[in-house]
Antibody, heavy 118, light 112 residues
C-alpha cells in the first residue's frame, strides 16, 4: 500500500535550516505532485508548497523566500528545506501526495515534529 | 490568497444526530476547466488528516455514505447524517482551485 514517511532532525536551532525528507513507497513519485504541509501545535494546517516529479515547484508566498522543495525520483523521495527558522516554525511537518487526477492530499505521512529551540 | 472561513469552529453532537459544517471562500472556487476543487478532511486526535470529500461532493474511497458534501461558487457544506463516535476530530475544508492551497481554520467535532 502507499506509504509516506517523513524523516529528519526533531530539533533545529534558531536561524539554522530545517531539512526533512519524505520517502514514498507503494507508488511511483511520478507523475504526481507532492506537498509539504505543516501544523503548529494545537493549530490548523498550512500548505508550504509542492513539487512535480519533473522538479517544477510552487511555494506559499508567506514562506517562499525561505523554502526549497526538491525531488529525487531515483530514490522516490522529495525533500523540504526551510532556512532562517524561528520558534514560529515549530510544527508538525507532513508530506502528502498533492494533485493526482481528482484527488488532492489523498495520502499523508504520519508527520514529523520539528522544534526550533536553542 | 483565498480565505476559507469555517463555521462553527466547534460542534458537540449527540450520537445518531446530524451535523453540518459550513465553509465559505473569499472568491469563487469554480476553475476555468469547469471543476470546483473543494475538499474536506478529517483529522482524528493524534492522527494525520485524511481525505473525506473531493471536488465538493465526491466521497473518497472507504468514506461512509453518512458523509456528504455540497455547494458551489463560494459556499460549501459538509454534512454527517448520523454522527458516530469515530467521527470525532477536526474537520478542514481546503481549496485547490487557486494557489496557494488554503485550508479553513478547522471545526472541532465532539460527541455529547
Amino acid at each position: 500500500q502507499v506509504q509516506l514517511r517523513e524523516s529528519g532532525p526533531g530539533l533545529v536551532k534558531p536561524s539554522e535550516t530545517l531539512s526533512l525528507i519524505c520517502t514514498v513507497s507503494g507508488v511511483s513519485i511520478s507523475p504526481s505532485y507532492w506537498s509539504w504541509i505543516r501544523q503548529p501545535p494545537g493549530r490548523g494546517l498550512e500548505w508550504i508548497g509542492y513539487i512535480y516529479y519533473t522538479g517544477t515547484t510552487n511555494y506559499n508566498p508567506s514562506l517562499k523566500s525561505r523554502v526549497t522543495i526538491s525531488v529525487d525520483t531515483s530514490k522516490n523521495q522529495f525533500s523540504l528545506s526551510l532556512s532562517s527558522v524561528t520558534a514560529a516554525d515549530t510544527a508538525i511537518y507532513y508530506c502528502a501526495r498533492d494533485y493526482s487526477g481528482a484527488y488532492v492530499f489523498d495520502y499523508w505521512g504520519q508527520g514529523a515534529l520539528v522544534t526550533v529551540s536553542s | 490568497e483565498i480565505v476559507m472561513t469555517q463555521t462553527p469552529l466547534s460542534l458537540s453532537v449527540t450520537p445518531g444526530q446530524p451535523a453540518s459544517i459550513s465553509c465559505k471562500s473569499s472568491r469563487s472556487l469554480l476553475h476555468s476547466d469547469g471543476k470546483t476543487y473543494l475538499y474536506w478532511y478529517l483529522q482524528r486526535p493524534g492522527q494525520s488528516p485524511q481525505l473525506l470529500i473531493y471536488e465538493v461532493s465526491s466521497r473518497f474511497s472507504g468514506v461512509p455514505d453518512r458523509f456528504s458534501g455540497s455547494g458551489s461558487g463560494t459556499d460549501f457544506t459538509l454534512k454527517i447524517s448520523r454522527v458516530e463516535a469515530e467521527d470525532v476530530g477536526v474537520y478542514y475544508c481546503m481549496e485547490a482551485t487557486h494557489l496557494p492551497r488554503t485550508f479553513g481554520q478547522g471545526t472541532k467535532v465532539e460527541i455529547k
